[in-house]
T-cell receptor, first 114, second 112 residues
Framework: GENVEQHPSTLSVQEGDSAVIKCTYSDSASNYFPWYKQELGKGPQLIIDIRSNVGEKKDQRIAVTLNKTAKHFSLHITETQPEDSAVYFCAAIGSGGSNYKLTFGKGTLLTVNP | KAGVTQTPRYLIKTRGQQVTLSCSPISGHRSVSWYQQTPGQGLQFLFEYFSETQRNKGNFPGRFSGRQFSNSRSEMNVSTLELGDSALYLC???????????FGPGTRLTVL
């Protein structure tokens, strides 16, 4: 089945700096890659997603890039703010019978210091 | 549109008991998936329902079961609870295959 690796596990940045979180996946047939933000005591919130027919997608301060050849995708947050502090998860949806099952990375705890 | 709702938000049970958790999807969403979240294992897929049919199941024992009703609401049941079942149980709804999945706030289950 699909396996998703996520790095780093913790990331601390100064307010205004950029943050980058990277994920790799194993199933070359995977074609949908969402990113979730989870704040303490809440469920994961979908913040951006990308499909395999697109190399990059941007939404204000957040962007995701996908390299299908290398099987990795990344989340980029620019001009970070304290409210960006949370745990971020990448995920992938596999192929065939697993095309509705999200496989998650282990998460990245992002801390934005004022 | 209202988001995904889950009830109850918190539960405390003892070993050997059983528990039923409920999930109401976003209006119009017919797919409901369940996930277990623990500090050690992260987010793990339990099962997914679409139009009252279970389409896929994760690697969990048969003590974990679920169902979906005609209005797309879903329940999951855990029988003979074990200490290791303590976790945050999340449900997510979507329109269907490879559609964006939206999560509810979760039910925090503690087994004593």
């Amino acid at each position: 089945g699909e396996n998703v690796e996520q790095h780093p596990s913790t990331l601390s940045v100064q307010e205004g700096d950029s943050a980058v979180i990277k994920c790799t996946y194993s199933d070359s047939a995977s074609n949908y890659f969402p990113w979730y933000k989870q704040e303490l005591g809440k469920g994961p919130q979908l913040i951006i997603d990308i499909r395999s027919n697109v190399g990059e997608k941007k939404d204000q301060r957040i962007a995701v890039t996908l390299n299908k050849t290398a099987k990795h995708f990344s989340l980029h947050i620019t001009e970070t703010q304290p409210e960006d502090s949370a745990v971020y998860f990448c995920a992938a949806i596999g192929s065939g019978g697993s095309n509705y099952k999200l496989t998650f990375g282990k998460g990245t705890l992002l801390t934005v210091n004022p | 549109k209202a988001g995904v709702t889950q009830t109850p938000r918190y539960l405390i049970k003892t070993r050997g008991q059983q528990v039923t958790l409920s999930c109401s999807p976003i209006s119009g969403h017919r797919s409901v998936s369940w996930y277990q979240q623990t500090p050690g294992q992260g987010l793990q897929f339990l099962f997914e329902y679409f139009s009252e049919t279970q389409r896929n199941k994760g690697n969990f024992p048969g003590r974990f079961s679920g169902r979906q009703f005609s209005n797309s609401r879903s329940e999951m049941n855990v029988s003979t609870l074990e200490l290791g079942d303590s976790a945050l149980y999340l449900c997510a709804s979507s329109l269907g295959q490879q559609s964006s999945q939206y999560f509810g706030p979760g039910t925090r289950l503690t087994v004593l």
